[in-house]
Protein backbone atom coordinates (compact mmCIF):
# COMPACT_ATOMS: atom_id res chain seq x y z
CA UNK A 1 0.00 0.00 0.00
CA UNK A 2 2.87 2.46 0.78
CA UNK A 3 3.98 1.63 -1.95
CA UNK A 4 1.57 2.13 -4.22
CA UNK A 5 1.14 5.38 -2.89
CA UNK A 6 4.81 6.55 -3.55
CA UNK A 7 4.23 5.22 -7.40
CA UNK A 8 0.81 6.92 -7.33
CA UNK A 9 2.43 10.52 -6.46
CA UNK A 10 5.27 9.94 -9.17
CA UNK A 11 2.74 8.85 -11.68
CA UNK A 12 0.14 11.99 -10.64
CA UNK A 13 3.75 14.51 -11.89
CA UNK A 14 4.84 12.13 -14.87
CA UNK A 15 5.51 8.79 -13.95
CA UNK A 16 8.44 9.00 -12.12
CA UNK A 17 9.25 6.37 -8.96
CA UNK A 18 10.41 7.70 -5.36
CA UNK A 19 13.82 7.14 -4.50
CA UNK A 20 17.18 7.85 -4.44
CA UNK A 21 19.73 7.29 -7.65
CA UNK A 22 23.80 8.25 -7.29
CA UNK A 23 22.73 10.23 -4.31
CA UNK A 24 20.27 12.67 -6.28
CA UNK A 25 16.53 12.15 -5.41
CA UNK A 26 13.78 11.56 -8.12
CA UNK A 27 10.65 11.39 -8.55
CA UNK A 28 10.35 14.08 -5.69
CA UNK A 29 7.34 16.83 -5.96
CA UNK A 30 8.31 19.48 -8.13
CA UNK A 31 9.09 22.57 -6.89
CA UNK A 32 6.35 25.18 -6.52
CA UNK A 33 6.38 27.78 -9.25
CA UNK A 34 5.93 30.46 -7.04
CA UNK A 35 9.02 30.17 -5.68
CA UNK A 36 11.18 29.83 -8.59
CA UNK A 37 12.87 32.91 -10.41
CA UNK A 38 10.99 33.52 -13.59
CA UNK A 39 13.76 32.88 -15.57
CA UNK A 40 13.55 29.17 -14.29
CA UNK A 41 10.40 28.44 -13.84
CA UNK A 42 9.22 24.80 -15.39
CA UNK A 43 7.12 24.86 -18.58
CA UNK A 44 3.55 25.06 -17.83
CA UNK A 45 1.12 22.21 -18.77
CA UNK A 46 -2.00 21.79 -20.89
CA UNK A 47 -5.19 19.90 -20.82
CA UNK A 48 -3.35 17.13 -22.61
CA UNK A 49 -0.18 16.65 -20.56
CA UNK A 50 2.23 18.77 -23.34
CA UNK A 51 4.16 21.09 -22.16
CA UNK A 52 4.34 24.95 -23.91
CA UNK A 53 6.06 27.89 -22.98
CA UNK A 54 4.38 31.23 -21.67
CA UNK A 55 4.05 33.59 -23.61
CA UNK A 56 6.13 35.90 -22.06
CA UNK A 57 8.75 32.86 -22.12
CA UNK A 58 8.26 32.79 -25.93
CA UNK A 59 9.15 36.56 -26.34
CA UNK A 60 12.50 35.71 -24.62
CA UNK A 61 13.56 33.30 -26.70
CA UNK A 62 12.43 35.43 -29.89
CA UNK A 63 14.40 38.62 -28.78
CA UNK A 64 17.94 38.43 -30.49
CA UNK A 65 20.99 38.79 -27.82
CA UNK A 66 22.08 42.04 -28.22
CA UNK A 67 25.87 42.40 -27.67
CA UNK A 68 27.31 46.11 -26.96
CA UNK A 69 29.79 46.77 -29.32
CA UNK A 70 33.13 47.77 -27.58
CA UNK A 71 35.16 51.28 -27.39
CA UNK A 72 37.68 51.28 -30.33
CA UNK A 73 40.94 52.17 -27.74
CA UNK A 74 43.66 53.32 -29.76
CA UNK A 75 46.87 52.44 -28.21
CA UNK A 76 49.84 54.65 -29.74
CA UNK A 77 52.79 52.78 -30.96
CA UNK A 78 55.80 52.14 -28.75
CA UNK A 79 58.73 54.68 -29.31
CA UNK A 80 61.69 53.83 -31.01
CA UNK A 81 64.70 52.51 -29.21
CA UNK A 82 67.61 55.41 -28.16
CA UNK A 83 70.55 54.93 -29.43
CA UNK A 84 73.69 56.63 -27.70
CA UNK A 85 76.74 56.92 -30.15
CA UNK A 86 80.09 57.97 -28.00
CA UNK A 87 82.05 59.77 -30.55
CA UNK A 88 79.46 60.21 -32.97
CA UNK A 89 81.25 63.37 -34.72
CA UNK A 90 84.03 61.04 -36.06
CA UNK A 91 84.61 58.88 -39.28
CA UNK A 92 82.94 55.64 -37.70
CA UNK A 93 80.63 57.15 -35.26
CA UNK A 94 78.87 59.80 -38.26
CA UNK A 95 78.23 56.58 -40.31
CA UNK A 96 76.91 54.92 -37.16
CA UNK A 97 74.32 58.13 -36.00
CA UNK A 98 73.49 57.71 -40.16
CA UNK A 99 72.80 54.08 -40.01
CA UNK A 100 70.71 54.28 -36.88
CA UNK A 101 68.76 57.14 -37.94
CA UNK A 102 67.72 55.36 -41.33
CA UNK A 103 67.04 52.06 -39.18
CA UNK A 104 64.04 54.67 -37.54
CA UNK A 105 65.69 54.59 -34.35
CA UNK A 106 66.10 58.06 -32.16
CA UNK A 107 70.15 58.61 -31.70
CA UNK A 108 72.05 60.51 -29.54
CA UNK A 109 75.93 61.37 -29.60
CA UNK A 110 77.96 62.22 -26.70
CA UNK A 111 81.59 64.03 -28.12
CA UNK A 112 84.19 66.44 -26.59
CA UNK A 113 83.78 69.38 -29.11
CA UNK A 114 79.52 68.93 -29.03
CA UNK A 115 77.29 69.52 -32.44
CA UNK A 116 79.64 68.79 -35.17
CA UNK A 117 79.96 71.54 -37.69
CA UNK A 118 78.32 69.06 -40.58
CA UNK A 119 76.64 70.54 -43.11
CA UNK A 120 74.74 67.54 -43.61
CA UNK A 121 70.64 66.84 -43.00
CA UNK A 122 71.12 63.79 -40.61
CA UNK A 123 73.08 66.10 -38.43
CA UNK A 124 70.03 67.81 -37.47
CA UNK A 125 68.19 64.82 -36.35
CA UNK A 126 70.91 63.64 -33.86
CA UNK A 127 70.87 64.51 -30.59
CA UNK A 128 73.80 65.95 -29.59
CA UNK A 129 75.97 66.25 -26.02
CA UNK A 130 79.16 67.39 -25.10
CA UNK A 131 81.07 65.83 -22.34
CA UNK A 132 84.10 64.16 -21.66
CA UNK A 133 84.26 59.96 -20.96
CA UNK A 134 87.23 60.78 -18.30
CA UNK A 135 84.92 62.51 -15.85
CA UNK A 136 82.41 59.32 -15.22
CA UNK A 137 79.81 61.70 -13.38
CA UNK A 138 79.60 63.39 -15.94
CA UNK A 139 78.20 60.91 -18.29
CA UNK A 140 74.97 59.45 -16.12
CA UNK A 141 72.09 61.95 -17.11
CA UNK A 142 73.16 61.15 -20.62
CA UNK A 143 72.85 57.89 -20.77
CA UNK A 144 69.00 58.44 -19.28
CA UNK A 145 66.61 56.69 -21.20
CA UNK A 146 69.28 55.19 -23.06
CA UNK A 147 68.49 51.03 -24.75
CA UNK A 148 71.80 50.58 -26.30
CA UNK A 149 75.32 52.15 -26.24
CA UNK A 150 78.13 51.89 -29.68
CA UNK A 151 81.53 53.34 -28.40
CA UNK A 152 83.68 54.27 -31.29
CA UNK A 153 85.91 56.47 -29.05
CA UNK A 154 89.92 56.01 -30.10
CA UNK A 155 92.41 57.77 -30.97
CA UNK A 156 96.60 58.32 -31.68
CA UNK A 157 99.54 59.83 -29.93
CA UNK A 158 101.72 58.55 -26.82
CA UNK A 159 101.38 55.66 -25.52
CA UNK A 160 100.19 56.74 -21.99
CA UNK A 161 97.63 59.17 -24.26
CA UNK A 162 96.41 56.14 -26.56
CA UNK A 163 95.98 54.01 -23.37
CA UNK A 164 93.78 56.51 -21.96
CA UNK A 165 91.48 57.30 -24.96
CA UNK A 166 91.63 54.08 -26.24
CA UNK A 167 91.35 52.50 -22.17
CA UNK A 168 90.16 54.34 -19.47
CA UNK A 169 87.37 56.42 -21.48
CA UNK A 170 85.36 53.64 -22.82
CA UNK A 171 86.02 51.44 -19.15
CA UNK A 172 84.53 54.34 -17.75
CA UNK A 173 81.40 54.55 -20.54
CA UNK A 174 81.09 51.07 -20.25
CA UNK A 175 80.95 51.18 -16.26
CA UNK A 176 78.03 54.03 -16.13
CA UNK A 177 76.09 51.93 -18.94
CA UNK A 178 75.85 48.87 -16.76
CA UNK A 179 75.25 50.94 -13.44
CA UNK A 180 72.09 52.36 -15.42
CA UNK A 181 70.82 49.09 -16.33
CA UNK A 182 71.48 49.60 -20.32
CA UNK A 183 70.99 46.36 -21.96
CA UNK A 184 73.81 46.26 -24.72
CA UNK A 185 76.50 47.92 -25.94
CA UNK A 186 78.97 47.34 -28.85
CA UNK A 187 82.72 48.56 -28.57
CA UNK A 188 84.40 49.48 -32.23
CA UNK A 189 88.01 47.85 -31.74
CA UNK A 190 90.79 46.92 -33.86
CA UNK A 191 92.02 43.53 -35.38
CA UNK A 192 95.43 42.35 -34.14
CA UNK A 193 98.36 43.27 -36.90
CA UNK A 194 100.95 40.87 -35.66
CA UNK A 195 104.22 43.15 -34.59
CA UNK A 196 102.30 46.76 -35.30
CA UNK A 197 100.70 46.11 -31.81
CA UNK A 198 104.29 46.85 -30.23
CA UNK A 199 104.56 49.76 -32.37
CA UNK A 200 101.19 50.75 -30.94
CA UNK A 201 101.31 49.20 -27.55
CA UNK A 202 99.37 51.79 -25.62
CA UNK A 203 96.26 51.71 -28.19
CA UNK A 204 96.11 48.16 -28.36
CA UNK A 205 96.65 48.05 -24.66
CA UNK A 206 93.87 50.42 -24.04
CA UNK A 207 91.77 48.64 -27.00
CA UNK A 208 92.10 45.49 -25.23
CA UNK A 209 91.81 46.59 -21.33
CA UNK A 210 88.27 47.68 -22.90
CA UNK A 211 86.90 44.38 -24.26
CA UNK A 212 88.09 42.82 -20.96
CA UNK A 213 85.77 45.11 -19.00
CA UNK A 214 82.40 44.72 -21.76
CA UNK A 215 83.02 41.48 -21.74
CA UNK A 216 83.09 41.21 -18.08
CA UNK A 217 80.00 43.63 -17.34
CA UNK A 218 77.49 43.17 -20.45
CA UNK A 219 78.34 39.25 -20.67
CA UNK A 220 74.96 38.80 -22.76
CA UNK A 221 74.63 42.05 -24.58
CA UNK A 222 78.76 43.23 -24.88
CA UNK A 223 79.97 42.98 -28.78
CA UNK A 224 83.11 43.87 -29.59
CA UNK A 225 83.55 44.63 -33.62
CA UNK A 226 87.15 43.93 -34.72
CA UNK A 227 87.78 45.45 -37.77
CA UNK A 228 91.24 46.32 -39.82
CA UNK A 229 91.79 48.99 -42.54
CA UNK A 230 88.44 50.65 -43.04
CA UNK A 231 87.83 52.24 -46.29
CA UNK A 232 85.32 55.06 -47.21
CA UNK A 233 85.42 58.82 -47.57
CA UNK A 234 86.66 60.47 -44.44
CA UNK A 235 86.07 63.99 -43.96
CA UNK A 236 89.31 66.08 -42.61
CA UNK A 237 88.25 69.53 -41.87
CA UNK A 238 86.27 70.63 -45.44
CA UNK A 239 88.75 68.11 -47.08
CA UNK A 240 86.86 65.01 -47.73
CA UNK A 241 89.78 61.81 -48.12
CA UNK A 242 88.19 58.73 -50.42
CA UNK A 243 90.03 56.05 -48.96
CA UNK A 244 87.59 53.65 -50.86
CA UNK A 245 89.85 53.88 -54.02
CA UNK A 246 92.49 52.01 -52.16
CA UNK A 247 90.72 50.08 -49.51
CA UNK A 248 87.78 48.44 -51.84
CA UNK A 249 90.41 46.70 -54.33
CA UNK A 250 92.43 45.74 -51.26
CA UNK A 251 89.25 43.95 -49.77
CA UNK A 252 88.48 42.22 -52.91
CA UNK A 253 91.07 40.46 -53.38
CA UNK A 254 92.28 40.28 -49.46
CA UNK A 255 88.88 38.30 -48.32
CA UNK A 256 89.69 35.25 -50.31
CA UNK A 257 93.21 34.59 -48.54
CA UNK A 258 91.91 34.07 -44.99
CA UNK A 259 94.35 31.03 -44.46
CA UNK A 260 97.49 33.65 -45.65
CA UNK A 261 96.60 35.41 -42.21
CA UNK A 262 97.85 32.91 -40.44
CA UNK A 263 101.56 33.06 -41.64
CA UNK A 264 103.99 34.14 -39.22
CA UNK A 265 104.62 38.00 -38.60
CA UNK A 266 103.09 38.82 -41.89
CA UNK A 267 100.14 36.74 -41.97
CA UNK A 268 97.85 39.52 -39.69
CA UNK A 269 99.27 42.65 -42.09
CA UNK A 270 97.20 40.40 -44.65
CA UNK A 271 93.52 41.25 -42.85
CA UNK A 272 91.43 42.80 -45.38
CA UNK A 273 89.89 45.91 -45.29
CA UNK A 274 86.50 46.86 -44.48
CA UNK A 275 83.73 49.33 -45.59
CA UNK A 276 83.41 51.79 -43.09
CA UNK A 277 79.52 51.14 -43.98
CA UNK A 278 79.36 47.91 -43.12
CA UNK A 279 81.02 48.71 -39.92
CA UNK A 280 78.27 50.92 -38.90
CA UNK A 281 75.46 48.71 -39.99
CA UNK A 282 76.68 45.87 -37.95
CA UNK A 283 77.37 48.01 -35.25
CA UNK A 284 73.88 49.31 -35.23
CA UNK A 285 72.18 45.51 -35.83
CA UNK A 286 74.64 44.37 -33.14
CA UNK A 287 73.51 46.98 -30.66
CA UNK A 288 69.50 46.74 -31.70
CA UNK A 289 69.02 42.91 -32.57
CA UNK A 290 68.79 41.22 -29.60
CA UNK A 291 69.30 38.21 -30.27
CA UNK A 292 72.28 39.16 -32.02
CA UNK A 293 75.55 37.00 -30.18
CA UNK A 294 77.60 38.78 -27.59
CA UNK A 295 81.30 38.09 -27.85
CA UNK A 296 84.02 39.22 -30.36
CA UNK A 297 83.34 39.58 -34.26
CA UNK A 298 86.17 39.86 -36.25
CA UNK A 299 86.61 41.23 -39.72
CA UNK A 300 85.04 38.31 -41.76
CA UNK A 301 82.04 38.07 -39.30
CA UNK A 302 81.21 41.90 -40.14
CA UNK A 303 81.28 41.41 -43.76
CA UNK A 304 78.93 38.49 -43.25
CA UNK A 305 76.23 40.31 -41.45
CA UNK A 306 76.67 42.95 -43.11
CA UNK A 307 75.62 41.47 -46.53
CA UNK A 308 72.86 39.98 -44.56
CA UNK A 309 69.12 41.66 -45.86
CA UNK A 310 67.00 41.02 -43.26
CA UNK A 311 67.78 41.26 -39.40
CA UNK A 312 65.12 41.89 -36.75
CA UNK A 313 64.75 45.05 -34.83
Known amino acids: MGARETCGR ?7 VGGIVGGDEVGRDPPDPFLVPRSLALPSQNNNGKAFLSEDASKRVEEPFKVEEAETVKV ?12 GNGFVGSHVCKEALDKGFTVASLNRSGKPSISESWADKVIWNKGNLLEPDSLKDIMEGVSAVVSCVGGFGSNSYMYKINGTANINAIRVAAEKGIKRFVYVSAADFGFVNYLLQGYYEGKRATEAELLSKFTYGGVIL ?4 IH ?26 KPLTRLPLVGPLLTPPVSVASVAK ?5 ATDPVFPPGIVDVYGIMRYSDQKLWAL
Open 10 to 16: GDKYGGG
Open 76 to 87: PPPSPDKLLVLG
Open 226 to 229: RPGF
Open 232 to 257: GTRRVGSVKIPLGLVGSPMQMVLQSA
Open 282 to 286: VAVRA
